[in-house]
């Protein structure tokens, strides 16, 4: 399992009590001295930083990657723009798990 963290620090420990032995915080967030790389390692998972630039060959793959059902997005619920405060009530209550994606439809 993998955690992609775009927040930052005020999430880097609530990130890492999701995953399980062997899974993956990565933070695209630049580490600060709070960054839990010796914690990961404790509880036997690791955190890592990648810096992300736009980059089409890596999105091609991971494309791939996704239409081959080697990389799955966990779907926490889908809620319509119109309700995007309750998507952001979802999202702050702190028990979704997967992404809340908004819907046109």
Same mark, same amino acid.
């Given at each position: 399992?993998?955690?992609?963290?775009?927040?930052?620090?005020?999430?880097?420990?609530?990130?890492?009590?999701?995953?399980?032995?062997?899974?993956?915080? @990565?933070?695209? +967030?630049? %580490?600060? &001295?709070?960054?839990?790389?010796?914690? !990961?390692?404790?509880? /036997?998972? =690791?955190?890592?930083?990648?810096?992300?630039?736009?980059?089409?060959?890596?999105?091609?793959?991971?494309?791939?990657?996704?239409?081959?059902?080697?990389?799955?997005?966990? @779907?926490?619920? +889908?809620? %319509?723009? &119109?309700?995007?405060?309750?998507?952001? !009530?979802?999202?702050? /209550?702190? =028990?979704?798990?997967?992404?809340?994606?908004?819907?046109?439809?």
């Amino acid at each position: 399992m993998v955690v992609l963290d775009a927040v930052g620090p005020a999430y880097w420990s609530r990130s890492l009590r999701t995953l399980r032995p062997g899974g993956t915080l @990565v933070s695209i +967030v630049p %580490p600060d &001295e709070t960054f839990p790389a010796d914690r !990961a390692r404790t509880a /036997g998972v =690791r955190a890592v930083f990648m810096l992300v630039e736009p980059d089409q060959a890596a999105l091609r793959a991971v494309a791939s990657l996704v239409d081959s059902g080697r990389l799955r997005v966990e @779907v926490g619920a +889908v809620v %319509p723009l &119109e309700e995007a405060s309750r998507a952001h !009530a979802l999202g702050e /209550g702190g =028990r979704t798990r997967g992404k809340i994606v908004p819907s046109l439809t």
